[in-house]
């Protein structure tokens, strides 16, 4: 708090008021000049020896050198996979696996705040996020699938089922929940008995090697984890290996349909969770306060680089003009910069090519004639960065109505009608996910028949839960991660 001074009187003002610096330590994290692939259960270098370098986005800071897997490297990660398969993990009793995938739940929840330092200086997002979200979320996947390691049998597949493991699972993960979404995909397919080769994002792959750490520590059989590092080739690589049985890939619409191309005819089971341009609905009766707080958490949660937010805002007309008061108060006090400073709320974009995209489309927006608006904000000069950023006067033709944008960037749209908020949230090649803000709970019902997501929220937004099954329709793919749904992609019944 600072005062001036006047008159020997000290003046408050609004602008006086200030958060003091509330920085996370980063010593707690020791980060390698370089990493290798983790294959076998060892770190080494990749055959050919390349590597590429992964920056902090909020400072374009190099942090360390990865290797760079070629097609050598992810040929001798499945073999090593295929062996810890037939000779050790395939044949373990379930209960003996539990004991394995406990240790690492564990081992994350010890480490917890040196994984959330690491994710946000790889990542950018903030520590607040990482901290209290990522992390312990990741850990709670792979004590929720601990569970289910020696129960398959009561998983639901029927009286007398003995559901078996697929064998190799090639695993391809996006940026923005790097650590989140190695354990969505790896906690399920171990609980099952399958073995792992796992591609992190080229821009963030320092959590997945620290929990190859973990995988290590906590004494996991060599082979049963295995993590290629690259960019978009090493996944293809993967994803085309004659030796996986399963694949399961998280990443853009784009890339989802050449993984399904390649796949073709091969046999291989797939799952697939892509984009989405999710609705967020507001009805008149809403509790307006609280719908801002969910719009907010839908839309400028981790920069918006998420899948399942909710980028497309319908509100009902009648209420429309105190919403958006409301919510243009409401950003106004977002704080936007240092991701590892604990008050921050909004950190970098993860790369230059993602900003680029995101000032693609909002250029788009103002183009095609919608009104765009952000509050007064400081972007940081050093970094990528993106203020929050609304629409208004939107039309469903618009490209920012309909294209994924990933990035903190709000379309309005209004209704009149229950019908018409239906008809224009299902105006979308996606299907992820949706959000309803209504007092009445039949209206909710009503609505939730009708929305074509795989998840809708009612009256909060981007919860998530180990046991609670996610995935979408249409363009946003299919199969389910999370829950007792989430085992039936990693075993055949
Ligand atoms: P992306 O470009 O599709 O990348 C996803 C992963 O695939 C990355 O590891 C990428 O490698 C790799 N990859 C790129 N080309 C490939 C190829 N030809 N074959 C195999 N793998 C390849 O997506 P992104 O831009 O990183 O991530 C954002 C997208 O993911 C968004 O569309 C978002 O909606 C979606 N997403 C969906 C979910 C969900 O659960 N439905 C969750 C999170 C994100 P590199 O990045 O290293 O080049
Ligand atoms: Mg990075």
């Given at each position: 708090m600072k005062g001036s001074g006047k008159g020997g009187r000290t003046e408050l003002t609004d602008s006086a008021w200030q958060y003091a610096p509330a920085p996370q330590e980063r010593e707690i994290v020791t980060i390698a000049p370089s990493y290798g692939l983790f294959v076998n259960g060892e770190f080494a270098p990749a055959a050919d020896e390349r590597t590429f370098a992964t920056i902090n986005p909020a400072s374009e800071e190099p942090l360390?050198?990865?290797?760079?897997?070629?097609?050598?490297?992810?040929?001798?990660?499945?073999?090593?996979?295929?062996?810890?398969?037939?000779?050790?993990?395939?044949?373990?009793?379930?209960?003996?696996?539990?004991?394995?995938?406990?240790?690492?739940?564990?081992?994350?929840?010890?480490?917890?705040r040196e994984f959330a330092v690491l994710e946000s200086l790889d990542n950018g997002k903030p520590i607040k996020e990482s901290r209290d979200v990522d992390v312990p979320l990741a850990s709670a996947h792979f004590f929720y699938y601990a569970g289910w390691a020696d129960?398959?049998?009561?998983?639901?597949?029927?009286?007398?089922a003995r559901p078996r493991p697929i064998g190799v699972a090639g695993q391809v993960i996006p940026w923005n929940f790097p650590l989140l979404m190695a354990a969505w995909k790896l906690a399920p397919a171990l609980a099952a008995g399958n073995t792992c080769v796992l591609k992190p994002a080229e821009t963030t792959p320092l959590t997945a090697l620290l929990l190859a750490e973990v995988c290590q520590q906590a004494g996991l059989p060599e082979g049963v984890v295995n993590i290629v590092t690259g960019a978009g080739d090493t996944g293809a690589a993967v994803v085309a290996h004659p030796g996986v049985d399963k694949v399961a890939f998280t990443g853009s619409t784009e890339v989802g349909k050449q993984i399904l191309r390649s796949a073709a005819g091969t046999g291989k089971k797939l799952t697939m969770e892509l984009g989405g341009k999710a609705a967020n609905v507001v009805f008149e009766d809403a509790p307006l306060e609280a719908a801002v707080e969910g719009i907010v958490n839908g839309i400028f949660f981790n920069q918006g680089h998420v899948c399942c937010a909710g980028s497309r805002l319908l509100v009902q007309e009648s209420v429309a003009d105190i919403l958006l008061d409301r919510l243009r108060r409401r950003l106004g006090t977002l704080r936007l910069g240092d991701p590892l400073d604990k008050n921050t709320d909004i950190g970098a974009i993860n790369s230059r090519e993602q900003l680029d995209k995101i000032r693609d489309l909002s250029a788009a927006g103002e183009a095609e004639g919608a009104q765009r608006w952000s509050p007064p904000c400081q972007l940081p000069e050093r970094g990528y960065w993106f203020p929050p950023t609304v629409f208004t006067g939107v039309s469903p033709a618009h490209q920012i109505a309909r294209e994924e944008i990933f990035g903190p960037v709000l379309s309005v749209l209004t209704f009149r009608t229950p019908e018409e908020a239906v008809a224009k949230a299902n105006n979308t090649p996606y299907g992820l996910s949706a959000g309803v803000w209504t007092e009445k709970g039949s209206r909710i019902l009503w609505l939730t028949q009708r929305l074509r997501a795989g998840v809708v929220w009612a009256n909060t937004y981007n919860r998530f839960d180990p046991a609670s099954p996610f995935g979408g329709y249409r363009e946003s793919g299919f199969g389910r991660e999370g829950g007792r749904h989430g085992l039936e992609a990693y075993l055949d019944a």
């Open positions: 360390a050198e990865v290797a760079l897997a070629g097609e050598a490297d992810v040929d001798r990660a499945v073999r090593a996979a295929r062996t810890a398969f037939d000779k050790v993990w395939g044949p373990m009793p379930g209960a003996q696996r539990a004991k394995y995938i406990y240790r690492i739940a564990r081992i994350i929840a010890e480490r917890a129960k398959l049998e009561y998983a639901g597949f029927g009286l007398g």
